[in-house]
């Protein structure tokens, strides 16, 4: 059974349509990842499948149980740690947990130790006794996440859990859902890290505009846009238009030139297309800093299918990444929701 199915899923919000006709199938175990830009849907599609936002088209099963139908049996079975923050800031880290485990009925001589055993966990004990709101970013985003698995849940809903947080950070955070998959959870994580869905996801959908525009494994992804990539940087960003000459001349029209000032980057059918280039570059008297060959990057195929990077707001939105407070917890089967949300 998949852990996730959907036909035709809508939301409309007056009348921008958010999320247009997705079709996903999630299968059960391992890290889904769900990738798109700014603005393309994925924290709408994913409040839908948690049950926190009413459905306007099409249906979505969750866990075999039909969300508009059955959305008890869907909150007892999921957790979702996402953008919003929904911990209580005032609170500490134990106060939050133990509350938290509390409403989801552990007795009380049990909540205690299960808070210390998360707080252990995820390495934060020593932060457990003090605020949230004096949590660094890395912290905050770890008791989001011990918060949500206060019960070992089938499915996770991650929401961008790394948006934010230094690269030490994120790895631990990565450890976890390593480890939350290595405990039988299935993991559906938006990120706008392509890197990230390289690392974790085994399957990944790309969301644009409310579509999904593309599936499959990553390999997959970067195979449809062709087997190798041509990375090539420049010593000065002046010469770079003439650098995208001469790989245009010799190779065609699949010549980019990337967000940083200094690189072009050009698909190839064939690794053996790349020989002329060095020469080329030389005769024209181009020094570079740079000469790769390689599988595409993620960051190429969103390119490729999107026109535009991971994280670049499409024309004419106003929201920006980051612009919400990340990290936080809605739980599964709990009145902790936040009405804060409705501030984004
Ligand atoms: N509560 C809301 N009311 C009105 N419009 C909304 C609401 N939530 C989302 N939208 C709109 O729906 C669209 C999809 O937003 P959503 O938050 O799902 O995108 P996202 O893919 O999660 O983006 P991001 O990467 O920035 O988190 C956007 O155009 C957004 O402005
Ligand atoms: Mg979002």
Redesign the pocket.
């Given at each position: 059974m998949a852990a996730i199915e959907t036909h035709g899923l809508v939301?409309r919000?007056?009348t921008?349509i958010?999320?247009d006709g997705v079709d996903l199938s999630i299968p059960s175990g391992g890290v889904y990842g769900v990738l798109?830009?700014?603005?393309?849907?994925?924290?709408?599609?994913?409040?839908m499948l948690a049950t926190l936002?009413p459905i306007d088209g099409g249906n979505a099963r969750v866990l075999g149980h039909d969300v508009a139908n059955e959305p008890e049996a869907v909150r007892q079975k999921v957790a979702l740690t996402g953008?919003f923050a929904s911990l209580d800031e005032d609170l500490t880290g134990t106060e939050n947990l133990v509350l938290l485990a509390r409403l989801l009925g552990y007795s009380r001589p049990a909540v205690r130790s299960r808070a210390e055993q998360l707080l252990t966990a995820f390495d934060i004990a020593d932060a457990g006794p003090r605020q949230v709101k004096t949590y660094s970013g890395g912290m905050r985003r770890r008791i989001d996440i011990a918060a949500s698995i206060i019960v070992t849940p089938e499915l996770i809903f991650l929401?961008?859990p790394t948006t934010g947080l230094d690269p030490r950070s994120r790895n631990h955070v990565w450890e976890i859902v390593r480890a939350l998959v290595a405990g039988g959870t299935t993991v559906l994580l938006?990120t706008?890290y392509l890197d990230e869905a390289d690392q974790l996801a085994g399957r990944v959908a790309v969301?644009d505009r409310?579509k999904v525009i593309a599936e499959g494994t990553t390999g997959e992804l970067k195979a449809s846009v062709g087997s190798n990539s041509l990375h090539l940087r420049v010593l000065e960003t002046s010469q770079r238009t003439a650098a995208a000459r001469i790989l245009r001349d010799l190779l065609g029209d699949n010549v980019t030139e990337d967000p940083d000032p200094f690189t072009v980057t050009a698909r190839l059918d064939n690794p053996a297309q790349a020989a002329p280039v060095l020469p080329a570059l030389d005769t024209a008297g181009i020094p570079i800093a740079s000469f790769t060959l390689g599988q595409p990057s993620l960051d190429e195929v969103f390119l490729a299918l999107t026109g535009h990077g991971a994280?670049v707001e499409p024309a004419g939105?106003?929201?920006?990444?980051g612009?919400?407070p990340a990290g936080t917890t809605y739980q599964a089967g709990t009145t902790v929701e936040s009405d804060r949300?409705?501030a984004?």
């Amino acid at each position: 059974m998949a852990a996730i199915e959907t036909h035709g899923l809508v939301k409309r919000f007056g009348t921008n349509i958010a999320v247009d006709g997705v079709d996903l199938s999630i299968p059960s175990g391992g890290v889904y990842g769900v990738l798109g830009p700014n603005g393309a849907g994925k924290t709408t599609t994913i409040r839908m499948l948690a049950t926190l936002l009413p459905i306007d088209g099409g249906n979505a099963r969750v866990l075999g149980h039909d969300v508009a139908n059955e959305p008890e049996a869907v909150r007892q079975k999921v957790a979702l740690t996402g953008q919003f923050a929904s911990l209580d800031e005032d609170l500490t880290g134990t106060e939050n947990l133990v509350l938290l485990a509390r409403l989801l009925g552990y007795s009380r001589p049990a909540v205690r130790s299960r808070a210390e055993q998360l707080l252990t966990a995820f390495d934060i004990a020593d932060a457990g006794p003090r605020q949230v709101k004096t949590y660094s970013g890395g912290m905050r985003r770890r008791i989001d996440i011990a918060a949500s698995i206060i019960v070992t849940p089938e499915l996770i809903f991650l929401d961008e859990p790394t948006t934010g947080l230094d690269p030490r950070s994120r790895n631990h955070v990565w450890e976890i859902v390593r480890a939350l998959v290595a405990g039988g959870t299935t993991v559906l994580l938006t990120t706008q890290y392509l890197d990230e869905a390289d690392q974790l996801a085994g399957r990944v959908a790309v969301i644009d505009r409310g579509k999904v525009i593309a599936e499959g494994t990553t390999g997959e992804l970067k195979a449809s846009v062709g087997s190798n990539s041509l990375h090539l940087r420049v010593l000065e960003t002046s010469q770079r238009t003439a650098a995208a000459r001469i790989l245009r001349d010799l190779l065609g029209d699949n010549v980019t030139e990337d967000p940083d000032p200094f690189t072009v980057t050009a698909r190839l059918d064939n690794p053996a297309q790349a020989a002329p280039v060095l020469p080329a570059l030389d005769t024209a008297g181009i020094p570079i800093a740079s000469f790769t060959l390689g599988q595409p990057s993620l960051d190429e195929v969103f390119l490729a299918l999107t026109g535009h990077g991971a994280g670049v707001e499409p024309a004419g939105t106003t929201r920006g990444a980051g612009v919400e407070p990340a990290g936080t917890t809605y739980q599964a089967g709990t009145t902790v929701e936040s009405d804060r949300e409705v501030a984004s």
